[in-house]
């Protein structure tokens, strides 16, 4: 986990906005689904409990990219103003 804070981190201290850095989380749970679609397709490479992990890990990466869209969505939406 230390490797996530630090990259977070330098993002931070780059001026990286918070839109961006939903966006390439967003682009890095499609990476995972990817890679999960391309392990679970191979039908005699994965079986029995490796192939249930494969589908639980990829259930849990559509989840962090329909979050991760949703972040995406609020982040870039139209910005109210406040009244001044």
């Known amino acids: 986990m230390d490797r996530y804070r630090n990259i977070a981190a330098a993002a931070k201290s780059e001026g990286h906005d918070a839109a961006s850095i939903a966006a390439g989380l967003q682009d890095d749970f499609m990476g ?9 397709a191979r039908p005699i490479a994965v079986q029995g409990q490796a192939r249930t992990a ?11 990219l329909e979050l991760s869209q949703r972040l995406v969505g609020l982040l870039q939406g139209p910005r109210l103003s406040r009244p001044g």
Do not use: P, T
């Open 32 to 40: 995972l689904i990817a890679i999960f679609d391309r392990h679970l």
């Open 54 to 64: 494969l589908f639980e890990a990829k259930s849990a990466a559509q989840r962090g």
